[in-house]
């Protein structure tokens, strides 16, 4: 397996970066993961466009966008596989042991990693944590994510792939890695990025594919919502069974259904929409 690490193509049983990177202490990262199929990345823009939103967000150097992208296709040529985790990671670098970044430059890792296809339907529970619509980092890819992995655990514990969060105010905000849509009334509404979520990828492709609405929703709506389903570049669409201890039978239900098939066509016509 090769990684890009710092300029070239790397082993990486032997790609090493300094245990002073501050991306390691103190998780000053951003990153992005992108869904390689047959050897080709899919909104490969869009994925850099955010990639140096965040880094703009979170005070980085400007990341040299074509270095990324020849990053992206060496990792990819390297790496033969059907369906592939593509991960970019961009740190502060080489730091003093504290919140102040050290000025030796970033660290940017490419990454490849072999992925399923995700089943058409997943049970998900809800978390008492909230998602902060008025932090720092809200709306940023930053590899500060241990809330999330904490709150993944739980989805795991009871049987689920994914965890949702409220905002501070109640309201339904996103996953730990996805985004959430709800079927009411034959329509599909999604909660606005001013919700806190990430403005994921998936979800602006399925917002404009498919016309779903972006509704401030409280958290019970899972309660009555039609149908429920995730977004994300490795879910693509994918509907929902269970949300806690309420079934929703015959998942994915007409309306998510619809939604897969559409992005799926709309994805299959252009690998960089
Ligand atoms: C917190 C969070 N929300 C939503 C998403 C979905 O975004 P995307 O569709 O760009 O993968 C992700 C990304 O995986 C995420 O980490």
Redesign the pocket.
């Known amino acids: 397996m090769k990684i890009w690490l710092n300029g070239g193509l790397q082993d990486l049983d032997s790609a090493r970066v300094s245990v002073l990177d501050h991306g390691l202490t103190v998780g000053d990262g951003i990153f992005?993961?992108v869904k390689a199929v047959a050897g080709r990345p899919f909104?490969l823009t869009?994925?850099l466009d955010?990639l140096a939103r965040s880094a703009r967000g979170l005070g980085l150097p400007e990341p040299d966008l074509d270095e990324v992208r020849r990053a992206c296709a060496a990792v990819i040529a390297a790496n033969p596989m059907a369906l592939g985790r593509l991960r970019i990671t961009y740190t502060g670098g080489l730091s003093p042991l504290g919140s102040d970044r050290g000025d030796q430059g970033p660290t940017l890792v490419v990454a490849l990693g072999e992925a399923a296809r995700r089943p058409d339907s997943t049970a998900v529970i809800t978390v008492p944590w909230t998602r902060n619509e008025r932090g720092a980092l809200t709306g940023l890819?930053t590899t500060s994510?241990a809330e999330?992995v904490v709150a993944l655990a739980r989805a795991t514990e009871q049987g689920a792939t994914e965890a949702l969060f409220a905002n501070t105010v109640g309201q339904l905000c996103?996953?730990?890695?996805?985004?959430v849509f709800v079927v009411l009334d034959g329509e599909i509404h999604t909660p606005p990025v001013s919700s806190g979520?990430?403005?994921?990828?998936?979800?602006?492709?399925a917002v404009e594919w498919t016309g779903a609405h972006e509704t401030d929703l409280p958290l019970d709506v899972l309660d009555r919502a039609d149908e429920v389903f995730l977004?994300?570049?490795?879910?693509d669409v994918q509907g929902v069974h269970r949300v806690d201890d309420r079934q929703l039978p015959g998942a994915p239900g007409p309306v998510t259904a619809k939604a897969m098939r559409v992005f799926d066509e709309r994805a299959g016509d252009d690998l960089d929409p």
């Open positions: 992005e993961t909104a869009r994925h955010r890819k994510y999330n996103e996953g730990t890695g996805s985004n979520c990430l403005a994921g990828i998936t979800r602006a492709l977004t994300s570049t490795l879910r």
